[in-house]
């Protein structure tokens, strides 16, 4: 547990979801005092649980993140419920699947607006608070698809790639204040996000035939990637994109 010296470190989580959630317990369980923000009251609560089981605590917020406001105000609500976040942990995100032919204005706006300005708002007003610190560990949650064309994914792939630019920029820019940033990019991993469309037409059978690993990922691996890298044992990793995907991107 020691080795991770994440003890007394706050953390802020946003998202908690299949990956985000089990990235909250994963922290929590290495003694993070973990604020948890989401939309859903309800996930909110089972992560909670999840995480006292495993011996942590999590605090949460209700919030919406769609607007550079709630986001400044949810990251000094997490400093006043914990301390001001020495680890930040984005896994908001959402997709639609549909060629670019068919891709409604309002689904690119959407996705936009979740998976790639919510991560520059919080990025940048916690980054404000770990560079007056000199000390932060910020971890987003990729995807292949920012390096894959995976058909019917434009405004999400736009999105992973954008972030994927984004966190470099902010690495290089806080490098010399102690703060890292970096993402973990999953491949096909069973969530909420994934369920309903693993569970159509063989897509679960189709995915997993294209990793090398021939499986599909669980949350539990992403958790652990973004625990290292929220760790001081990756003091030294930044600007990176870490795929955590059974292989998916080698072919
Ligand atoms: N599951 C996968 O296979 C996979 C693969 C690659 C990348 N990802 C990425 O991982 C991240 C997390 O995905 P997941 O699989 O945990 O998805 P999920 O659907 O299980 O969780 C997403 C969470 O975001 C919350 N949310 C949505 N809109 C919100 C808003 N406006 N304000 C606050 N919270 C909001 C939802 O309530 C949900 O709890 C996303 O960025 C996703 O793109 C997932």
């Known amino acids: 547990m020691d080795w991770l010296t994440l003890s007394g470190r706050p953390a802020l989580v ?5 990956l985000g959630g089990a990235s909250a317990v994963a922290l929590a369980a290495q003694g ?6 989401d939309l859903d009251e309800e996930r909110l609560e089972s992560v909670s649980r999840a995480a006292k089981d495993a011996g942590g605590s999590v605090r949460t917020i209700a919030a919406d993140l769609r607007s550079a ?30 060629p670019v032919l068919e891709l409604g204005d309002e689904d690119w706006r959407a996705i936009v607006e979740l998976n790639l300005s919510t991560a520059y708002w919080l990025g940048r007003a916690v980054g404000a608070l770990m560079v007056e610190a000199g000390y932060g560990r910020m971890t987003f949650v990729s995807s292949v698809s920012g390096l ?21 920029v902010m690495a290089r820019e806080w490098a010399a204040r102690g703060v890292t940033v970096n993402a973990v990019a999953p491949g096909y991993i069973e969530t909420g996000l994934t369920r309903d ?31 290292f890298l929220s760790s001081d044992r990756a003091r ?5 994109v870490l795929y955590v995907d059974g292989g998916r991107v080698l072919v």
């Open 32 to 37: 993070a005092p973990v604020v948890l923000v």
């Open 197 to 227: 469309h693993l569970d159509r037409d063989g897509n679960r059978e189709a995915l997993e035939s294209l990793v090398p690993a021939r499986r599909l990922g669980v949350p539990e691996e992403i958790a652990d990637a973004v625990t």
């Open 69 to 98: 406001r709630r986001c400044r105000e949810v990251v000094a609500e997490a400093s006043g419920l914990a301390g001001v976040p020495q680890i930040f942990v984005h896994a908001v995100g959402r997709n639609v699947r549909r």
């Open 148 to 168: 894959l064309a995976h058909a019917d994914h434009a405004a999400y792939a736009a999105t992973k790639g954008g972030l994927n630019q984004l966190l470099r």
């Open 14 to 18: 946003v998202g908690a979801g299949g």
């Open 236 to 240: 030294f990793i930044t600007g990176q």
